[in-house]
């Protein structure tokens, strides 16, 4: 666990305990435990495991043990109690922006405000507005910010839809029926609002391998915790491949195929599908862009995969807001089977995220130097390559001075504050970013989380451009959240020469995994190995970096 993720779970325990009216001498005990652990140099695992956790100050004995109890278990017993005591709706009332506990405390107690739709109601009828701290532009916000949270109501990440549909396979086969993913799950899609399995069977033989669902004419239908629909459609061997080509869909594709080929007949193996229409088989990440429809008479590009990645660039170490040194982050890229790491934390200006003063930069050169010098000395084959992920200021200069930047090996220049802009001013700040001759890679092009906040608007197109007249890389962030390059935009990437970097953007040695999400993501947008950047050897892209360097 995290310094940031037990900081949450702290805070968190801090919020319940006001909110439901306890101990506000507590409450303000969790709250200041969690800044303070937030702020740790350390990880507090280590910490914890060393013993000298109780010496910290701000930490006493209660907390300790809390925090124990939230490293082995990765939740607090006491803390899931009180959730679990609130109205069922109070915790997403909890997750509107700009509702704060105390406002939170008095919707429930004074307006019996407990969930989300009685929220939307009191501030429509004008009841709202009649308590004390919510005026008339508290409420416009807060409509705004419901709004918002509805819309992402159903859905979820890909990362936590797939060890669901992975199970419920696992079960059907298990059963010792023929099954596979379909859906938007299969296709890779980032966000999915439902998980659709397809299996050999009848319904009643389905439901009773799942031990429970709806058995429907077709299919049976059930739910998951993650608060998605499941369907199971039910086919037979013949005409399987049929059927998961049907329900792999989009609706889009198939529409299309069937407009330009006929309906499919009834085949067993889903590739009989495309072949008997004289087309090489389209992989289902592909099938929600109708490009590859359109030129599947020829052979289709080879996509990407996870084992292509020699290297992982754009990493994070507790020198910024990391969870981890730069060696165990190194040796935990080496453990994954890759020959080389940059660090790139934070810049100077992102206090927030302990961004690296010009001093703490030399340090951390100086750690880079050193790395590289140990692993030469053990006979170890890996590079680090010493960098910074450097905010874009508003008027789109970068937070380091140029000379520098100019002894850096590898910069990322990335948005990390003053979203709110247009359109028009958000790509001038990025087009004048990846001018500058020392920018490397264009990090997180828009700065969206998916299903919690939409990032700026940007012309990608004209951002691209740039990119390509200046050599510059763009990122497809790797983050389950992030995937941003979005994947509409990677064939306008390589179609311009732009190279695409798969970063994990990893904040702890198991954020090196997150590099999964993004090749799934990559895969959707049909980048190939060559035209991601980090496929290449360390040499190739040291040479690519040194050759960038002006002067
Ligand atoms: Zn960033
Ligand atoms: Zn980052």
């Not at 990407?304 to 060696?327: F, M």
């Amino acid at each position: 666990m995290t310094n940031k993720a037990v900081a949450r779970q702290l805070a968190l325990t801090a919020d319940l305990i006001e909110l439901t009216g306890g101990n506000p001498f507590r409450a303000r005990a969790y709250a200041s435990g969690a800044r303070t652990v937030e702020r740790l140099e350390a990880p507090v695992a280590t910490l914890a495991a060393s013993g000298e956790l109780s010496g910290v100050k701000g930490i006493g004995k209660g907390l300790v043990a809390d925090i124990e109890e939230l490293l082995a278990s990765g939740t607090l017993a006491s803390t899931d109690a009180l959730l679990q005591s609130l109205p069922p709706g109070l915790p997403e009332v909890m997750r509107v922006k700009g509702l704060g506990v105390k406002k939170v405390r008095t919707l429930w107690q004074d307006a019996g405000v407990t969930s989300l739709d009685q929220l939307e109601g009191a501030a429509v009828s004008g009841r709202l507005a009649e308590l004390p701290g919510f005026g008339a532009k508290t409420v416009q916000n807060l409509l705004d910010a419901i709004e918002h949270l509805k819309a992402y109501r159903g859905k979820a990440h890909l990362r936590d839809a797939v060890g669901p549909a992975l199970a419920v396979r696992q079960r059907l086969r298990a059963a010792g029926l023929r099954a596979d993913l379909a859906g938007a799950v299969r296709r890779q899609c980032n966000v999915v609002d439902a998980l659709d399995l397809l299996a050999v069977g009848t319904p009643a033989q389905i439901a009773e391998a799942l031990g429970g669902g709806r058995a429907e004419a077709d299919r049976v239908e059930g739910a998951i915790p993650l608060g998605l629909p499941l369907t199971v459609f039910a086919a037979t061997a013949q005409t399987y491949g049929r059927v998961l080509w049907e329900r792999t869909g989009p609706r889009e594709h198939v529409d299309a195929f069937t407009e330009a080929h006929g309906a499919p007949t009834d085949v067993a193996e889903e590739q009989e599908v495309y072949t008997a229409a004289g087309l090489h088989p389209i992989p289902a990440p592909l099938r929600d862009d109708p490009h590859w429809l359109t030129v599947a008479r020829e052979p289709l590009p080879t996509l990407v995969r996870t084992g292509d990645l020699r290297g992982t660039i754009h990493n994070h170490t507790t020198a910024s807001d990391g969870a981890h040194t730069l060696r165990e982050m190194c040796d935990a890229a080496r453990e994954r089977g890759l020959t080389y790491f940059g660090v790139c934390d934070h810049s100077r200006s992102l206090q927030i995220a302990h961004g690296l003063s010009l001093d703490e930069m030399e340090e951390q050169i100086a750690r880079v130097d050193a790395l590289n010098a140990a692993y030469a000395d053990e006979g170890v084959d890996f590079r680090v390559f010493a960098g910074s992920e450097v905010d874009i200021l508003s008027d789109g200069a970068m937070d380091y001075p140029d000379d520098l930047l100019a002894r850096l090996d590898l910069v990322v220049a990335s948005v990390h504050t003053g979203f709110s802009m247009t359109e028009d001013e958000a790509t001038a700040r990025v087009v004048a970013a990846v001018s500058n001759p020392y920018v490397d890679v264009l990090g997180h092009p828009t700065g969206r989380l998916l299903l919690r906040r939409e990032g700026y608007p940007l012309d990608h197109e004209a951002v691209l451009d740039a990119c390509a007249e200046h050599g510059v890389a763009v990122e497809l962030n790797a983050h389950p959240f992030r995937l941003d390059l979005d994947w509409r935009f990677v064939r306008a990437a390589t179609e311009r020469g732009v190279p695409v970097s798969i970063n994990p953007d990893a904040h702890a040695t198991d954020g090196l995994d997150d590099t999964r999400w993004g090749v799934a993501s990559a895969q959707k947008g049909g980048l190939t190995a060559a035209d991601s950047l980090t496929s290449r050897s360390a040499d190739d892209l040291g040479a690519w970096l040194t050759a960038r360097r002006p002067g």
